[in-house]
């Protein structure tokens, strides 16, 4: 409710409208392995994208490539 009021307050709503704002993670410098991969094996299991990645560099879990 409190929303639909601060809406109705402002005399131009649509400047309240703000894209979300992404924080960098662990994964993204590796985003573009991780899609390649995918593409080329759909079922490529997740703990060989861990292997994989980790041999790159990447020092995070698994649970950030499930996602």
Same mark, same amino acid.
């Given at each position: 409710?409190?929303?639909? @009021?601060? &809406?109705? #307050?402002?005399? @131009? *709503? $649509?400047?309240?409208? #703000?894209? %979300?704002?992404?924080? *960098?993670?662990?994964?993204?410098? &590796? #985003? +573009?392995?991780?899609?390649?991969?995918?593409? $080329? +094996? %759909?079922?490529?299991?997740?703990?060989?994208?861990?292997? $994989?990645? @980790?041999?790159?560099? &990447?020092?995070?879990?698994?649970? =950030? =490539?499930? =996602?």
């Amino acid at each position: 409710m409190n929303t639909v @009021k601060r &809406y109705a #307050r402002h005399t @131009k *709503p $649509e400047r309240m409208v #703000r894209a %979300p704002l992404y924080r *960098p993670t662990l994964v993204d410098p &590796y #985003r +573009d392995h991780l899609r390649r991969r995918r593409t $080329e +094996d %759909p079922a490529v299991p997740v703990t060989h994208l861990l292997r $994989e990645t @980790k041999e790159l560099g &990447y020092t995070g879990s698994a649970n =950030l =490539l499930v =996602l």
